[in-house]
């Protein structure tokens, strides 16, 4: 079982995966200098990759072989949260372009909305069209994107693409005899064309890697042989397309990849935490591993106060509170204007109300003028917001419980858990939406272990309020 790894949690997974038994492959050059021994440049049957926003990783592979891998990374801690892609990369569909756009057009695939870039359609999109695409690039829950489309259907892989339409190719980068030398030829009707990676690979692994792709290719005829025309039956998904993951890694996972990556090399406490708040702050962690040898400290000794000072929040600076939904969902609830910021993590902000509607589960209006002072902490499982109105006076608090926070330079994030805390302006305290933890519970969207540190820390809440 081969995987591909990238990004920045790359030594950490190799760490782990290489432990649980499977084959990492095509290695860059940091992970080959910090584990010994080689590492083969044969096809991957799955690739994990950090996502853009490093707050998780994406993993892609063959159908049959990446569950195991997917369940490993999901036992990193409890605070991994795990979706299914409705939209899965590879998949073939036949889609309604419902809107179009300056770059591209929105495509309804049944399953979920894409985005066809205009340069990856051979013919002009406009809206009402029908058109056949292929996924080729997934997109994470918890972003604002969506998956983007081609109408080409391929086979993509990190050492040969085939593509659906054309004849062998015997050029590109793999030389242009290299069928003649893996004595292999691609599927009829499609074209080869070898990638960059390809150029290290052994023959055996490229014949290894072009008996894959067809028979992928061949999977792809089959579901498309004697389908309806886009037009008679869109949407539609003709193609199952690869197994894709998203993994979201919370706070407490991010230092359980700590402590893996610790066993093969220098790591500073909150590595993976630092950097995936901010990419400048990424260097630094790697300057600072680069001087020092020996960097055995424990969870608690996380530089919270320094990495504030020098990357943020600040006093007067703003801080939106990104609240993940279980779902795999991310709502910005609004910025507010940092009041405080406290070395022990804690940071103060206030957000201006506007008129219209009501306060969740308080069931008091929203009027102008009115003021919500939320205070986060670092690594804490909930945090209050204290309602008052123009004259200062309190209307109400409520409480979040979520997976531990991370206050990032701009952004504090955590997965909410749906069971709160409100205390009434009269001192009432009252406990809710359990009832919508149970049912995330049993949709799979909260492991059950994490479900059961919210109902505790709900309790603890509760108590604290009463």
């Not at 891998?69 to 991994?80: K, S, V, Y």
Request: glycine share 10%; aromatic share 6%; proline share 5%.
């Amino acid at each position: 079982m081969t995987v591909r790894v990238r990004g920045i949690y790359a030594t950490a997974l190799t760490q782990l995966l290489r432990e649980a038994g499977h084959e990492v492959v095509q290695a860059s050059g940091p992970i080959e200098d910090r584990f010994d021994g080689e590492f083969a440049d044969e096809r991957a049957a799955v690739t994990v990759t950090t996502t853009d926003d490093q707050q998780g990783v994406g993993v892609v592979g063959d159908r049959d072989v990446a569950d195991p891998i997917i369940d490993r990374l999901t036992e990193i801690g409890r605070d991994t949260l795990r979706w299914d892609d409705p939209t899965p990369e590879g998949a073939v569909y036949a889609g309604t372009v419902t809107e179009t756009l300056s770059s591209g057009a929105v495509v309804d695939l049944g399953d979920g909305e894409g985005f066809l870039p205009y340069s990856s359609s051979d013919e002009r999109v406009e809206t009402g069209d029908t058109v056949r695409v292929q996924v080729v690039e997934a997109s994470a829950p918890w972003t604002d994107g969506r998956p983007v489309l081609d109408t080409t259907v391929a086979v993509r892989g990190s050492l040969l693409s085939l593509v659906r339409g054309g004849t062998a190719n015997r050029s590109g980068t793999g030389g242009p005899a290299m069928l003649d030398v893996i004595s292999a030829e691609p599927r009829e009707g499609w074209s080869v064309s070898w990638e960059a990676a390809s150029e290290d690979a052994s023959f055996d692994a490229l014949a290894e890697a072009l008996d894959a792709a067809n028979d992928r290719a061949a999977a792809i005829d089959d579901a498309l042989a004697g389908a309806d025309a886009p037009e008679d039956c869109a949407p539609t998904r003709y193609d199952e397309g690869l197994s894709t993951a998203w993994l979201w890694f919370g706070r407490e996972s991010r230092f359980a990849l700590d402590e893996a990556r610790r066993e093969v090399t220098a790591t500073m406490p909150g590595h993976h935490r630092v950097k995936a708040g901010d990419r400048a702050a990424s260097a630094a962690v790697d300057y600072v591993e680069a001087l020092c040898d020996d960097l055995d400290t424990d969870e608690t000794d996380f530089p919270f106060a320094v990495t504030a000072r020098q990357f943020g929040p600040q006093v007067g600076g703003s801080l939106s509170l990104g609240h993940g939904k279980p779902d795999g969902r991310l709502i910005t609830l609004g910025s507010g204007e940092v009041q405080s910021v406290n070395d022990d993590g804690t940071v103060t902000i206030e957000r201006e109300m506007r008129a219209g509607g009501s306060y969740d589960a308080l069931g008091i209006p929203k009027e102008a003028g009115d003021i919500a002072e939320t205070k986060v902490k670092e690594g804490r499982w909930w945090y209050p917001t204290v309602y008052r109105d123009s004259d200062g006076e309190k209307k109400g608090t409520y409480v979040n419980v979520c997976t531990p926070v991370e206050i990032f330079p701009d952004t504090a994030r955590y997965v909410d858990l749906h069971v709160d805390v409100v205390k009434h302006a009269d001192g009432t305290v009252e406990r809710v939406d359990d009832d919508e933890l149970a049912a995330a519970v049993e949709r799979g969207h909260v492991p059950e272990p994490l479900a059961e540190r919210a109902r505790s820390v709900a309790a603890a809440v509760q108590s604290a309020l009463e």
